[in-house]
T-cell receptor, first 115, second 112 residues
Framework: KAGVTQTPRYLIKTRGQQVTLSCSPI?????VSWYQQTPGQGLQFLFEYFSETQRNKGNFPGRFSGRQFSNSRSEMNVSTLELGDSALYLC??????????????FGPGTRLLVL | GDSVTQMEGPVTLSEEAFLTINCTYT??????LFWYVQYPGEGLQLLLK?????DKGSNKGFEATYRKETTSFHLEKGSVQVSDSAVYFC???????????FGKGTTLSVSS
């Protein structure tokens, strides 16, 4: 079974631009979560989608948004990029979320650099 | 709010040494607990998990026991290998269980 894939793997943008990241979950998984990883803040939860609906959201500004398609693929968008948005963005998929100890499978991440 | 605290790294050990990485958490209800590992340039991989009090998760020689009375989930391995060098993250499910909160990560470096 193919794992979680994320595209692109690396991205360089300038301040003020916007960016869209993509995540394809493991086949059959309906939950997709996004996390931001930075050296200073560590791993922080952005949001989770389940069956095309945002089910949960972390403490990030509205510039961060996402969506999920009927095939469970998910995209994450960041508008008006700031230098502090430079990070590794990780996507994780699971059948139903982290409920009851369900394993989340992570992709390799997209490394975003904002100049 | 919910949080995870794990020991600061880096942890440097010789091959075959005993490893302990401490992890404590604060969470409401009965969260599930996880240890994830991240190798250089890769995403996170689940190492082990426990879903209820006194459960012991184990994998690849690593073990951790869900201690509700001390709200801890310490990671242990009896004999580390060079290939265990990585960053280890303790995490807890929260917000109705649909998301994970992570500790800051502990970098382990094992030398031969």
């Amino acid at each position: 079974k193919a794992g979680v894939t994320q595209t692109p793997r690396y991205l360089i943008k300038t301040r003020g631009q916007q960016v869209t990241l993509s995540c394809s979950p493991i086949s059959g998984h309906r939950s997709v979560s996004w996390y931001q990883q930075t050296p200073g803040q560590g791993l922080q939860f952005l949001f989770e989608y389940f069956s095309e609906t945002q089910r949960n959201k972390g403490n990030f500004p509205g510039r961060f948004s996402g969506r999920q398609f009927s095939n469970s693929r998910s995209e994450m968008n960041v508008s008006t990029l700031e230098l502090g948005d430079s990070a590794l963005y990780l996507c994780a998929s699971s059948l139903g979320g982290a409920l009851l100890g369900e394993t989340q499978y992570f992709g390799p991440g997209t490394r975003l650099l904002v100049l | 709010g919910d949080s995870v605290t794990q020991m600061e790294g880096p942890v440097t050990l010789s091959e075959e040494a005993f490893l302990t990485i401490n992890c404590t958490y604060t969470a409401t209800g009965y969260p599930s607990l996880f240890w994830y590992v991240q190798y250089p340039g890769e995403g996170l991989q689940l190492l082990l998990k426990a879903t209820k009090a006194d459960d012991k998760g184990s994998n690849k020689g690593f073990e951790a026991t869900y201690r509700k009375e001390t709200t801890s989930f310490h990671l242990e391995k009896g004999s580390v290998q060079v290939s265990d060098s990585a960053v280890y993250f303790c995490s807890v499910s929260y917000q109705a269980g649909t998301a994970l909160i992570f500790g800051k990560g502990t970098t382990l470096s094992v030398s031969s």
